[in-house]
């Protein structure tokens, strides 16, 4: 018989339809599927286009970007009043710090970042060592710079604090004792002892039922009442307290709902294999916990982030309070000035919430493979 006619090897692949493919085909896929779809994404594009030319003529085009007072921007039709942010920009960043020490929180904040990178990377090892720099080493050495009255550092009070350090001194101390506390939370509510239950239900009821504020007044007015004698907190720490206080139980929920995810099966299967429920709870059940609760976590994180300008109201200048007094500055008072401080507040307050959430999603999509075994 004659195999003329018999292929012997596969046919080559042909090229997709065109619109299947490339840039056009995600156009078409996600933005131009329908009818409805292709009006809604033209509607939503014309919105965007607009807001983006009122945003770049007023902070660009119109925008005023040299002089030394109110006058260079007191003028019809001006758009944003850079002068005023580059003159205003360090106190911003510093706050009341003595211009002669600025370069030590500079320095605890670089320190703190050379520290942190490799902690973000997955591929670099050491991590359990880092981990104990950063909650244990860093913590002293960033306060020692930014406080002194050690090695020949002259003392700074926390009254003179403010913009920025402020900021990120609260979000980050809360962050860190929020996350811990507010894990053993939702494990002492998941557990089978009655006291401890009942305390931390307790605690993450009556914490996440008062408004922070009221919690930042309360820190700053009552918890000097509950010190021994002798022992006294300035108002940067209580509110520090407050705030983490106020986080944990919020985070204790949200790692609460990771908990109650993961199957008892798991449980069952740890124990099987002759591990302490203990043990079973923190090398099984807990990481998946938290790798579910990722997006809460950071959520929480974010808001945390944002809370931070209500310290305000006990007197503490975070960069938000320090942009809203600089603007009682007589030589800046012009029309343009309260806007132009603001968007630059924004801004720096869309890049640190837009960071830490793409840094989740980055964590997630590591881990999901993990979740899928």
């Given at each position: 018989m004659s195999m003329a006619y018999v292929r012997d090897r596969d046919a080559p692949l042909r090229a997709p339809p065109v619109g299947t493919a490339g840039a056009l085909g995600w156009l078409r896929e996600n933005l131009f599927l329908s009818l409805g779809n292709s009006l809604l994404t033209l509607l939503l594009a014309v919105a965007i286009g607009y807001i983006a030319w009122g945003v770049l003529d007023w902070a660009v085009l119109r925008a005023v970007w040299t002089g030394a007072d109110r006058a260079a921007c007191a003028?019809?039709?001006?758009?944003a009043c850079w002068p005023f942010v580059w003159e205003k920009f360090p106190q911003w960043i510093f706050g009341?710090?003595?211009?002669?020490e600025r370069w030590r929180p500079v320095t605890a904040f670089l320190i703190g970042a050379a520290a942190l990178v490799p902690m973000l990377m997955p591929g670099l090892g050491a991590k359990k060592w880092n981990a104990l720099f950063l909650l244990v080493v860093y913590p002293v050495i960033a306060f020692e710079l930014l406080a002194g009255g050690l090695f020949g550092?002259?003392?700074?009070?926390?009254?003179?604090?403010?913009?920025?350090?402020?900021?990120l001194v609260v979000a980050v101390t809360g962050i860190v004792f929020s996350l811990p506390l507010g894990i053993l939370l939702a494990l002492g509510r998941q557990s089978s002892l009655p006291i401890i239950r009942s305390a931390s239900v307790a605690f993450i009821e009556i914490w996440r039922g008062?408004?922070?504020?009221?919690?930042?007044?309360?820190a700053s007015v009552m918890l000097p009442l509950f010190l021994p004698n002798g022992v006294s907190l300035d108002k940067l720490m209580r509110a520090i307290v407050?705030?983490?206080?106020f986080a944990s139980a919020y985070m204790a929920e949200a790692v609460r709902g990771g908990l109650q995810a993961v199957t008892k099966g798991q449980t069952e299967a740890g124990l099987a294999l002759g591990l302490s429920r203990w043990q079973t709870t923190r090398k099984i059940v807990l990481p998946q916990a938290l790798r579910i609760s990722i997006p809460n976590i950071v959520g929480i994180f974010i808001g945390l982030f944002k809370d931070t300008t209500l310290v305000l109201v006990v007197s503490i200048y975070d960069f938000l309070g320090i942009i809203n007094a600089g603007l009682q500055d007589a030589k800046w008072a012009a029309p343009q000035t309260a806007n132009t401080g603001y968007f630059v507040a924004a801004l720096v307050y869309f890049a640190f919430c837009f960071a830490m959430s793409r840094y989740a999603l980055f964590t997630e999509r590591r881990l999901e493979p993990a979740g899928r075994r």
């Open positions: 003028i019809n039709n001006a758009g009341f710090y003595p211009i002669s550092l002259p003392e700074v009070e926390t009254t003179s604090w403010g913009g920025l350090t402020v900021t008062v408004p922070l504020v009221t919690v930042l007044f309360m407050g705030l983490s206080l």
